[in-house]
C-alpha cells in the first residue's frame, strides 16, 4: 500500500497529515509517520485499541505527532463529528474497517459529507475482495466533490481501493 502511494499516487510524505479510521492497532498511521507524515490522527472505538495505538505510539516515539480520538466512524456520530471539526482536511486518508459488515460504504460517506479529504488527497479502503465498493461517490451526496475510484488492487482475500477527488 505504501510503495503505491509513494509511487502511483506521488505521496511526499514530509508534507502530509493522515487520518487513520478503525485504527486498530495503529499500524497505518504508525507506518505514515515512519516515513515522515508531519501528524496522524487516529480514529477508533475501542477504549483498548487506543491504548494499544498509545502504547505502539509510545514505542515508536510518535506520540507527539499524534491524536487519539475515541469515536464510532460516521456521519451521524456525534462524538466523532466534534472530535474531528476543524481538524481536516486530510492528505491521507486510512481506513480498515472490520470486513463485509458495509463500514467501508460508510466510510466514503463520512469522508464527502463532512469533507475530510484534501483536494490532492487520497483515500485508501482496505475490505475484503468481495466488497462492492463503488467506482464514484456522486457530487451531491459528497459536500459538492466528487470522490472516484484510481486503483483497485487484490492480495489473497484482501483488496485495496484509492479513492481521490475529481478535478
Not at 17 to 43: N, P, Y
Not at 50 to 61: M, Q
Not at 63 to 73: D, G, Q
Request: aromatic letters at 8%; a positive charge.
Amino acid at each position: 500500500m505504501f510503495q503505491i502511494l509513494t509511487h502511483r499516487f506521488s505521496i511526499h510524505w514530509e508534507c502530509i497529515r493522515v487520518l487513520d479510521l478503525f485504527a486498530g492497532t495503529g499500524a497505518l498511521g504508525i507506518e505514515a509517520l515512519s516515513r515522515g507524515a508531519q501528524k496522524a490522527i487516529f480514529i477508533d472505538q475501542s477504549a483498548s485499541a487506543l491504548s494499544l495505538i498509545r502504547k505502539n505510539l509510545s514505542a515508536c516515539a510518535f506520540l507527539s505527532r499524534a491524536e487519539l480520538i475515541k469515536a464510532k466512524v460516521g456521519p451521524g456520530s456525534r462524538t466523532f463529528i466534534k472530535g474531528i471539526k476543524g481538524k481536516g482536511p486530510f492528505d491521507l486518508i486510512l481506513a480498515d474497517p472490520p470486513y463485509e459488515k458495509s463500514l467501508s460504504k460508510l466510510c466514503l460517506e463520512t469522508v464527502c459529507v463532512l469533507g475530510l479529504l484534501s483536494k490532492s488527497g487520497v483515500m485508501v479502503i482496505e475490505e475484503s475482495k468481495s466488497a462492492d465498493l463503488p467506482k464514484r461517490m456522486d457530487r451531491r451526496a459528497c459536500n459538492n466533490m466528487a470522490l472516484v475510484l484510481e486503483d483497485h488492487r487484490v492480495y489473497g482475500q484482501t483488496a485495496l481501493w484509492f479513492y481521490k477527488i475529481e478535478e
